[in-house]
C-alpha cells in the first residue's frame, strides 16, 4: 500500500457542519506499494468475481496535493485521463479481517483522483505505467476522520474539467463495497497504519468513450481539473 503519513496530520480542523478534518497527508520516502481496486462500473463492468480482478499497485512516492500541479509527461504518453475516488486510509494494523469489521481499521477518507495516462496504462495487461507518473493520484483537500463518514458507500461523487461536469454519481455504484476490498485486500497483505487505497472510479472518464482514441478530447496542460466527494471537500489542481 502506499504509504502515508499517519501520525503529525496537524492540528484538526472544525468546518461547516461540524466535520472533523485534517489536512490531506502526504506520502513520505520509503514504505511499501499502493494497492488499489477497480470497483466501480467504469472499472469493472464486464467482469464479474472478486475484487482482485482489477487491483493493481503503486511504488511509494509523494502524491499532490489539493491546489497543486501535475506535470504532464508528453514525451511518453498524451492520453490523460480523470478518474475521481473516493480513498480510504488506514489507521490500524490490518491482517485478514472480515467484511463485517472491515471499516474498523479505517482511520477516515479523502477525496482523491487516480489521474492515469491510458496509452502508458494500455502497453500491457498490468495498469502500473500508466497510474505513477510524477504527481499522480493527487488527494485532498482534507482527510475526515471515520466516525464522521456516516456510510462511504453512499457519497455523491463528482468530477469538473474547466467547469464543466464529467462525472455525476455515487459510491454506491460501486461492483465491490469498501469493506469487500479490505477484507480481500488484507487476505493478500498486511495493511499498515498510515497506507491509504484508492477504491475505483464511476463512468463518466475519457477512456470509456465510445469514439475512437485519436478523436477523444484526452486532458492537456493548462486544464483545471476539480474532484468532489460529498463531505469529504473538493480536490482542484492544475495540468501543465
Not at 520516502?29 to 493493481?56: F, L
Not at 504532464?72 to 472480515?98: H, I, K, W
Not at 458507500?153 to 474547466?162: D, G, P, Q, S, Y
Request: aromatic share 8%; charged share 25%.
Amino acid at each position: 500500500m502506499l504509504r502515508a503519513a499517519g501520525a503529525g496530520l496537524g492540528a484538526r480542523r472544525r468546518l461547516t457542519g461540524g466535520l472533523s478534518r485534517h489536512p490531506a497527508p502526504a506520502a513520505p520516502p520509503g514504505g511499501s506499494g499502493a494497492g488499489r481496486a477497480g470497483s466501480s462500473s467504469v472499472h469493472a463492468r464486464d467482469r464479474t468475481g472478486r475484487p482482485e480482478e482489477r487491483q493493481h499497485g503503486q511504488p511509494t512516492r509523494i502524491p499532490d496535493r489539493h491546489g497543486g500541479t501535475i506535470a504532464l509527461p508528453t514525451q511518453a504518453a498524451r492520453e490523460f485521463d480523470y478518474e475521481t475516488e473516493l480513498v480510504m486510509m488506514f489507521g490500524r494494523e490490518c491482517r485478514n479481517v472480515s467484511e463485517a469489521d472491515a471499516l474498523d481499521y479505517v482511520a477516515g477518507y479523502c477525496t482523491g483522483n487516480d489521474f492515469s495516462a491510458r496509452d502508458l496504462q494500455t502497453l500491457t495487461s498490468q495498469f502500473m505505467i500508466g497510474k505513477t507518473s510524477d504527481g499522480f493520484a493527487p488527494l485532498g483537500p482534507y482527510l475526515v476522520t471515520a466516525d464522521r463518514v456516516k456510510d462511504p458507500n453512499n457519497l455523491k461523487l463528482k468530477t469538473l474539467v474547466n467547469g464543466q461536469v464529467r462525472q455525476d454519481w455515487s459510491t454506491d455504484d460501486m461492483i465491490f463495497n469498501c469493506r469487500q476490498l479490505i477484507s480481500f485486500a488484507s487476505k493478500v497483505m498486511t495493511i499498515r497504519p498510515g497506507d491509504i487505497f484508492y477504491t475505483g472510479t464511476p463512468q463518466g472518464v475519457i477512456f470509456g468513450e465510445k469514439i475512437p482514441r485519436e478523436d477523444r478530447a484526452w486532458l492537456k496542460p493548462g486544464d483545471e481539473v476539480v474532484s468532489e466527494l460529498e463531505g469529504l471537500g473538493a480536490l482542484r489542481f492544475r495540468l501543465v
